[in-house]
């Protein structure tokens, strides 16, 4: 358990060792947010700097290779694959402080090469175990390919869809990091089990920074970098040697942000809206517009999701254990 500690305490110290000095930095550039009158999607009324998202992205790959010092072919093509994730929203994040927008076919088309790598990478959902004789069900290639992209795709969108309050998208990350941590340790599955005691730590400490009233935001680069990596995790974690009951683990773990924007999505289609274009049918704009205050919405939010997250240990425990 020492190396898991450390791993905790590592990524926690630097991230908040890295957060005000990023801080510093965004506010002497003018790398910051700043809200636009006509936009109903920003809660801010005043510039608030970015760059967190960079210490998050830092502190990670930090820790994944001072700790499980893997600097395989598999280490190195997930690493780029996060790049390629991380970069893409830096970008984001540059035209939007400039009061532009990057398109949203190039940035689904990073993201979608990003997820590729992965698979390449052998980092996939390649079958289950029927639980009732044991056997190993491995899916065509084809399958493997569509479910492991559409899975990351996602768990990438729907996390960066989240970041709409201080301290949210942050606060979620960090409770299914801990459910992906404690499946992954109870599996074997060290490396999985490092990676999300290492986005725990990170989590917790930009939430330091980034509780109402948050000092420093994280961008579309942190939160889809985050949403990214709880996809890996979870594939090469909980989905690996799944079953058919405890493939719903990573999907409860994650349940809060994914079941939202699957109803944001079918609301969007429904309305003729395009998909990737921002508006305020997330849960936390509804709720806003009910009367509730930011900290309000974040806590009932925090709520549910560590909820979902319960109900998934609980069902990976039952299963583990020959309950169901």
Request: aromatic fraction near 12%; glycine fraction near 12%; charged fraction near 25%.
């Given at each position: 358990m020492l190396i898991y500690i450390f791993a905790f305490f590592l990524s926690l110290s630097l991230i908040l060792v890295l957060t005000p000095v990023l801080r510093k930095l965004a506010i002497k550039i003018d790398y910051r947010e700043k809200p636009k009158a006509e936009e109903d999607r920003k809660i801010h009324t005043e510039a608030k700097p970015y760059l967190a998202g960079l210490g998050i992205f830092a502190t990670f790959w930090v820790c994944y290779f001072l700790i499980i010092r893997d600097v395989s072919f598999k280490s190195w093509l997930l690493f780029f694959s996060s790049a390629m994730i991380f970069g893409?929203?830096?970008?984001?994040?540059?035209?939007?402080?400039k009061g532009g927008d990057l398109k949203a076919l190039p940035k689904l088309l990073v993201q979608l090469a990003a997820c590729i790598l992965v698979y390449?990478?052998?980092?996939?959902?390649?079958?289950f175990t029927n639980i009732f004789n044991g056997q190993y069900i491995l899916l065509p290639v084809w399958l493997q390919f569509t479910l492991t992209i559409t899975w990351l795709l996602g768990v990438t969108t729907v996390m960066n869809f989240m970041d709409g309050l201080d301290g949210l998208a942050g606060g979620l990350s960090c409770i299914s990091a801990c459910t992906l941590f404690v499946v992954a340790l109870a599996k074997g599955n060290s490396y999985s089990a490092i990676m999300g005691i290492a986005l725990v730590g990170i989590c917790l400490g930009y939430l330091r920074y980034n509780k109402f009233p948050a000092k420093i935001l994280m961008g579309d680069a942190g939160a889809t970098f985050l949403g990214f990596m709880l996809g890996l995790i979870s594939l090469d974690g909980a989905f690996k040697q799944a079953t058919v009951v405890s493939i719903f683990v990573p999907v409860l773990a994650l349940g809060l942000p994914i079941f939202d924007n699957i109803f944001v999505i079918v609301k969007r289609i429904k309305?003729?809206?395009p998909v990737y274009i921002g508006d305020s049918t997330q849960i936390h704009f509804r709720l806003l517009k009910k009367g509730l205050t930011q900290k309000?919405?974040?806590?009932f939010l925090y709520l549910i999701s560590i909820s979902l997250n319960l109900l998934a240990i609980i069902l990976f425990m039952a299963q583990s254990y020959k309950f169901i």
């Open positions: 893409v929203g830096m970008l984001d994040d540059w035209f939007k402080i390449v990478a052998g980092v996939r959902f390649s079958g309305d003729h809206k309000q919405v974040v806590a």
